[in-house]
């Protein structure tokens, strides 16, 4: 009887290993396979804000161009020619220094997720290993929430104009200080909403640090002999 039980023990010794490798094997192709469409999905969603802030750009330059002529019929009524072309060339200037900015703001946004993106490869990595990656993985996610913010924030300024309310010739200093305060607190807005999201990141990398500190503890010591 034990001679007939002995062979089968030893076939499920064999086999259970190389049934429990064979799933991890399919455990970590599916967890590559679920990052590959994570990582689509996000150049998808990136591609897709660029494109509308273009088209909101594409609007505004339209509402400009309308604004502008319209502008330029006010001014038709100012005598001083200096003047004139001081006020046109900061109308100008307003629409150039709001498109600037924001361009400024959505490379620093692209270069944020670059280094979310490695982070969250290296805190991966980690996990693999048996590391608890929790606290870096919900840095993580509100950091991506950060970072979608403020590209909502980017798209809605790409969308906005300034135009120049004229009332008086002598108030023409006033008229158009009005309409570059209103750009420069709209884009203190922006730029918080940038900042915090660079203030995410950096709490996810702080994160992914105290991750591989955990991971070194579970290194197995070094052979000195």
Do not use: W
Request: glycine share 2%; aromatic share 2%; net charge positive.
């Amino acid at each position: 009887m034990i001679k007939k039980i002995l062979p089968l023990i030893v076939s499920l010794m064999v086999a259970f290993p190389a049934a429990a490798h064979e799933a991890d094997d399919q455990f970590v192709q599916a967890a590559k396979e679920n990052k590959s469409a994570a990582k689509q999905e996000m150049q998808e969603a990136r591609k897709k804000d660029k494109e509308m802030m273009e088209a909101a750009r594409a609007e505004a330059k339209k509402k400009n161009e309308s604004e502008r002529a319209a502008l330029k019929a006010k001014l038709s009524a100012i005598k001083d020619q200096r003047k004139k072309g001081a006020v046109e060339k900061i109308n100008k200037s307003l629409e150039k220094l709001n498109d600037r900015r924001l361009d400024h703001f959505s490379n620093v946004l692209d270069k944020l997720e670059k280094v979310l993106d490695r982070i969250k490869e290296r805190g991966d990595k980690a996990k693999e290993k048996g590391v608890d990656i929790s606290a870096m993985e919900a840095a993580a996610a509100k950091a991506t929430k950060a970072i979608a913010a403020a590209r909502e924030a980017i798209k809605a300024q790409a969308g906005k104009t300034y135009p120049l309310t004229l009332t008086t010739e002598d108030n023409l200093k006033q008229d158009v200080g009005a309409a570059r305060k209103t750009l420069h607190e709209d884009l203190k807005m922006v730029e918080a909403a940038v900042k915090a999201a660079r203030d995410a990141v950096h709490e996810a990398a702080t994160a992914l640090a105290k991750v591989r500190d955990e991971e070194k503890k579970n290194e197995p010591p070094a052979n000195t002999q």
